[in-house]
């Protein structure tokens, strides 16, 4: 496909013609096999993108530069790891993640005497940089892990979760709102996210058979509106004494036992 044709300078001028160049326009990315199973991925390298759809179990190269401009689709069953090396990824539209499917956004090192980030499996001592600037959304998803991420739109997770994986949202900035609602995850963190609208999280079991006392963790946040926690358990908890979340708007639910200040 050619994006656009420049008449030659030099026809125009009576003068030799000279070839306008052609550029291809960026391509649809289908991510298919590997094996999430076997921990077998195919690698998603740098490059400029329309849309990427995966199918299969896909990651991305270490330190790759990689430009969406439509949307991120994960596809049922399907995983898509950008939390495992570092790299920049901007995505100008979506990611959506269907049943079952598995997503990981984003890597971080431990801050000093804090286990809050979510080191790079590749290079821990580094960081990704991953903008999306439209919304996150997932229905029914295996897994969900979001860190140190930018959104500038809302992130909804609806349903979904598993016994073995534990769920992350942490060290995020979210344009909007945060939903998550309806999950049953190993395990749910959510730490040190700024979210400019409304923080809500209603009907969550955790469900790690390891820990006598499973416990939601949800600290050290700062929420522009509202935080609303409804049906949550077995144990909720607002992280280490001195941890406190800021909160702009009303507190509700069980949400209102947490360690509060108002901002």
């Keep these: 496909m050619i994006l656009g044709f420049v008449a030659p300078l030099g026809a125009l001028a009576g003068g030799a013609a000279t070839a306008a160049p052609i550029y291809a ?8 096999g590997g094996d999430f199973a076997t921990q077998t991925f195919t690698t998603i390298p740098s490059g400029t993108y329309a849309k990427i759809k995966v199918t299969g179990a896909c990651n991305v190269a ?3 530069v990689i430009r969406v401009l439509g ?30 499917a598995i997503v990981g956004l984003g890597c971080l090192p431990n801050p000093t005497g804090h286990t809050t980030g979510h080191p790079c499996t590749v290079e821990p001592n580094r960081h990704s940089t991953i903008s999306v600037h439209g919304h996150i959304t997932a229905f029914d998803a295996d897994t969900m892990l979001l860190n140190g991420i930018r959104v500038r739109g809302n992130v909804t997770l609806i349903g979904g979760g598993e016994d073995m994986i534990p769920w992350t949202v942490k060290d995020n900035k979210i344009g909007r709102s945060l939903l998550i609602a309806g999950v049953t995850p190993n395990w749910l963190g959510v730490i040190l996210n700024e979210v400019g609208g409304n923080v809500t999280l209603t009907n969550i079991t955790i469900t790690d058979p390891g820990d006598p006392t499973p416990t939601i963790f949800i ?5 522009g509106r509202n935080l609303s926690c409804w049906g949550l358990g077995p144990n909720v908890s607002g992280g280490f004494p001195g941890e406190v979340n800021v909160v702009g708007g009303q507190t509700f639910g069980q949400c209102v036992n947490l360690p509060i200040a108002t901002g």
Excluded: E, H, R, W
């Design 71 to 100: 949307n991120i689709n994960v596809t049922a069953g399907a995983a898509f790891d950008a939390q495992s090396a570092p790299a920049k990824i901007t995505v100008d539209g979506d990611v959506n993640a269907a049943a079952g």
């Design 219 to 223: 600290a050290s946040n700062k929420v």
């Design 25 to 32: 326009a960026p391509k649809i990315l289908t991510c298919s």
């Design 62 to 64: 270490p330190n790759a």
